[in-house]
């Protein structure tokens, strides 16, 4: 990823995690911020934390990503989830439960996942499992509950995936 170095020196130095997506564009996250570079059209573009700018990401260390349902881009930082908005180049933020309980358990996403029934599934340090349907829209939150043996084995989740229809976490 040489070409980073010519965009932002501080970018290529700790990188978190790449994802290609349906449009195979490249979305590159990084301990410093957020890479956006489309092969095709030989163009990258940058995106850091504001504090003062609520449509930027929401915390330049971005650790996963993923798409609905819909084609909306997802994606997990240290300060919560965003979603891409493409016209404008901005973000759309969620945090912790700011709109009538309309949020997340913990704003440490580590992990995304969305699954064939329209599911996004987010996976928080500490926070548990949290989810909603795109079509819904409110979150859910699973959690570890040691006196029921059929919840979460713990509230930091690093990995989701789904296959044949079964949630692997």
């Not at 965009?7 to 449009?23: C, G, N, P, T």
Request: aromatic share 12%.
């Amino acid at each position: 990823l040489r070409f980073m170095d010519e965009i932002h020196s501080d970018l290529s130095k700790d990188i978190r995690v790449i994802y290609e997506a349906r449009d195979k564009s490249l979305w590159i996250g990084t301990f410093y911020g957020l890479v956006h570079t489309i092969p095709s059209l030989h163009e990258s573009f940058v995106f850091f934390h504001d504090p003062d700018n609520k449509k930027t990401i929401n915390h330049s260390t971005v650790r996963a990503f993923a798409e609905d349902s819909k084609g909306n881009l997802l994606i997990g930082a240290l300060g919560g989830l965003d979603i891409y908005e493409p016209d404008t180049r901005s973000f759309r933020r969620f945090s912790t439960m700011e709109h009538d309980g309309y949020g997340l358990s913990n704003i440490f996403v580590s992990s995304l996942c969305t699954d064939s029934y329209g599911n996004v599934w987010i996976g928080t340090d500490k926070g548990g499992l949290n989810y909603y349907n795109v079509y819904q829209k409110p979150f859910g939150c699973l959690v570890h509950n040691p006196k029921d043996g059929n919840s979460l084995s713990n509230n930091t989740i690093n990995s989701i995936v789904e296959k044949d229809g079964l949630l692997w976490i």
